[in-house]
């Protein structure tokens, strides 16, 4: 769940916004408070004075879905202790759920993740007997002329969402049947987002897709004037040189050449990519439908650090997908020992209705064997980021300052451009002020820095 920072006008209802899942998810309540501030709401962070209580949900998992069924529960709490409170399920799981959650949960308002600009409608037009729903995918839409309302509380990262949907279909995931097809936005009013987020003080924005690297807007009258995603990073980029550009998520098989060198070529290009792999065995990437096999992928580390030797590489990794053998789960563990990522997001295989692993592939590995080998990732992967953090003692690096440490309000914290934390005692810098720090000791999470100034 995401923290928000709230406005209060106490003669406006207010909305309390709770979300859940991706950083796509996160862009999207900012695009919802959006439409709702227009429509007179004002956003507080106190459930108790809400009158219109939002969960914006993800369906990527069933442990994200089953946290929903618990809020829904405490949400109508505040519906038997005061009157005119509306309740609504916003995001992948409305599109996903919509029939379940309108039956019996005293959900008032249920709206998938292309229809927030009918929000006030279904707000208006809710009664007692009578709840709002608009689950419609669309093709089109990218919300591209809504300006965000930034709900982060440092003013100092953004992120802006330059394509909707998925096209790739991979066998295990939901997202394309609750995000729909790909579509990307306008390039113009992307810059136009980073240069206003820029103006008002941002220092970093991190440009958002299921698959950034697909990212391509055609232009009608003049084809010409097409811009894929590494022309569109470019233009991000030269913005202005103290403006850092993050994107996420990159898929492996369409990252090219050119987005690696335009990365290389352009210092406030932040030099980090999360490429997914998922699995380390190619029979098991084949049965993912993820259009790539192990060569493919390592080929590709490879080009990223041949051109960019530092940059830093993320991941994330599935354990026990169907039918996942003893030496496909191996063949996981190779791989990282290989790649050695900084990190990774790293989960146990969730079965989601309506995806073509759960029609066409039997769930056949066994809970406690999926926890087994999730726990054997884990323990793997704490030992490659100590070793990826070991290589950086000695270095320097220019970070951008996020604030106080938590674990020492006396040190400040922030990312280099390889996006991993850095922690160093404060020679009175503020947040979103850059400084020089020079490593000199880490952990698997944390390098620990002295601060140059």
Not at 64 to 85: H, P
Not at 397 to 420: T, Y
């Given at each position: 769940?995401?923290?928000?920072?709230?406005?209060?006008?106490?003669?406006?209802?207010?909305?309390?916004?709770?979300?859940?899942?991706?950083?796509?998810?996160?862009?999207?309540?900012?695009?919802?408070?959006?439409?709702?501030?227009?429509?007179?709401?004002?956003?507080?962070?106190?459930?108790?004075?809400?009158?219109?209580?939002?969960?914006?949900?993800?369906?990527?998992?069933?442990?994200?879905?089953?946290?929903?069924?618990?809020?829904?529960?405490?949400?109508?709490?505040?519906?038997?202790?005061r009157d005119n409170v509306?309740?609504?399920?916003?995001?992948?799981?409305?599109?996903?759920?919509?029939?379940?959650?309108?039956?019996?949960?005293?959900?008032?308002?249920?709206?998938?993740?292309?229809?927030?600009?009918?929000?006030?409608?279904?707000?208006?037009?809710?009664?007692?007997?009578?709840?709002?729903?608009?689950?419609?995918?669309?093709?089109?839409?990218?919300?591209?002329?809504?300006?965000?309302?930034?709900?982060?509380?440092?003013?100092?990262?953004?992120?802006?969402?330059?394509?909707?949907?998925?096209?790739?279909?991979?066998?295990?995931?939901?997202?394309?049947?609750?995000?729909?097809?790909?579509?990307?936005?306008?390039?113009?009013?992307?810059?136009?987002?980073?240069?206003?987020?820029?103006?008002?003080?941002?220092?970093?924005?991190?440009?958002?897709?299921?698959?950034?690297?697909?990212?391509?807007?055609?232009?009608?009258?003049?084809?010409?004037?097409?811009?894929?995603?590494?022309?569109?990073?470019?233009?991000?980029?030269?913005?202005?040189?103290?403006?850092?550009?993050?994107?996420?998520?990159?898929?492996?098989?369409?990252?090219?050449?050119?987005?690696?060198?335009?990365?290389?070529?352009?210092?406030?290009?932040?030099?980090?990519?999360?490429?997914?792999?998922?699995?380390?065995?190619?029979?098991?990437?084949?049965?993912?439908?993820?259009?790539?096999?192990?060569?493919?992928?390592?080929?590709?580390?490879?080009?990223?650090?041949?051109?960019?030797?530092?940059?830093?590489?993320?991941?994330?990794?599935?354990?026990?997908?169907?039918?996942?053998?003893?030496?496909?789960?191996?063949?996981?563990?190779?791989l990282m020992e290989e790649?050695?990522?900084?990190?990774?997001?790293?989960?146990?295989?969730?079965?989601?209705?309506?995806?073509?692993?759960?029609?066409?592939?039997?769930?056949?590995?066994?809970?406690?064997?999926?926890?087994?080998?999730?726990?054997?990732?884990?323990?793997?992967?704490?030992?490659?980021?100590?070793?990826?953090?070991?290589?950086?003692?000695?270095?320097?690096?220019?970070?951008?300052?996020?604030?106080?440490?938590?674990?020492?309000?006396?040190?400040?914290?922030?990312?280099?451009?390889?996006?991993?934390?850095?922690?160093?005692?404060?020679?009175?810098?503020?947040?979103?002020?850059?400084?020089?720090?020079?490593v000199e000791s880490v952990?698997?999470?944390?390098?620990?820095?002295?601060?140059?100034?």
């Amino acid at each position: 769940m995401t923290d928000i920072k709230p406005i209060i006008d106490p003669t406006k209802p207010k909305v309390y916004i709770e979300t859940y899942g991706c950083q796509m998810n996160v862009n999207d309540s900012e695009v919802i408070l959006s439409i709702l501030q227009n429509a007179g709401y004002v956003l507080t962070e106190d459930m108790d004075q809400a009158n219109l209580i939002l969960a914006n949900t993800c369906s990527i998992r069933d442990n994200a879905e089953q946290r929903i069924w618990g809020r829904i529960d405490q949400f109508k709490l505040q519906k038997k202790k005061r009157d005119n409170v509306l309740i609504g399920i916003v995001g992948c799981m409305a599109e996903r759920l919509k029939d379940r959650l309108l039956d019996g949960h005293d959900v008032d308002i249920v709206a998938g993740p292309d229809s927030y600009r009918s929000l006030p409608g279904l707000i208006a037009a809710v009664r007692p007997d009578s709840p709002q729903i608009n689950v419609m995918l669309s093709h089109e839409e990218t919300y591209a002329d809504i300006s965000p309302v930034r709900m982060d509380k440092n003013g100092i990262s953004a992120f802006i969402s330059i394509m909707r949907g998925c096209n790739n279909v991979c066998s295990y995931c939901v997202v394309p049947y609750t995000r729909g097809a790909e579509r990307s936005r306008d390039p113009q009013t992307i810059l136009n987002e980073a240069q206003q987020l820029f103006e008002n003080g941002y220092k970093e924005i991190t440009l958002l897709g299921q698959n950034v690297d697909s990212y391509l807007w055609k232009d009608a009258q003049t084809p010409d004037k097409d811009v894929n995603f590494a022309q569109l990073l470019e233009m991000v980029a030269k913005i202005d040189p103290d403006l850092r550009v993050r994107f996420s998520t990159s898929h492996p098989k369409d990252i090219s050449d050119e987005v690696i060198y335009t990365m290389a070529m352009y210092p406030n290009i932040c030099k980090h990519i999360h490429l997914p792999v998922q699995s380390g065995s190619s029979v098991m990437l084949e049965k993912m439908r993820r259009k790539y096999d192990r060569e493919w992928y390592l080929e590709r580390v490879r080009k990223i650090r041949s051109v960019i030797p530092d940059c830093g590489i993320t991941t994330d990794v599935i354990a026990g997908f169907c039918g996942e053998t003893l030496q496909d789960h191996q063949d996981t563990l190779s791989l990282m020992e290989e790649v050695v990522f900084d990190s990774a997001f790293m989960f146990a295989y969730s079965e989601r209705p309506g995806t073509l692993a759960s029609r066409k592939y039997p769930d056949d590995i066994p809970y406690q064997e999926k926890t087994r080998r999730l726990n054997e990732i884990i323990a793997l992967q704490g030992r490659m980021s100590l070793k990826s953090n070991e290589k950086e003692i000695g270095k320097e690096f220019r970070v951008l300052v996020e604030g106080p440490s938590k674990k020492n309000p006396d040190e400040l914290c922030g990312r280099a451009s390889n996006n991993k934390m850095c922690v160093f005692p404060s020679l009175g810098e503020k947040p979103g002020d850059y400084t020089h720090v020079k490593v000199e000791s880490v952990t698997s999470a944390t390098l620990i820095c002295s601060n140059l100034g």
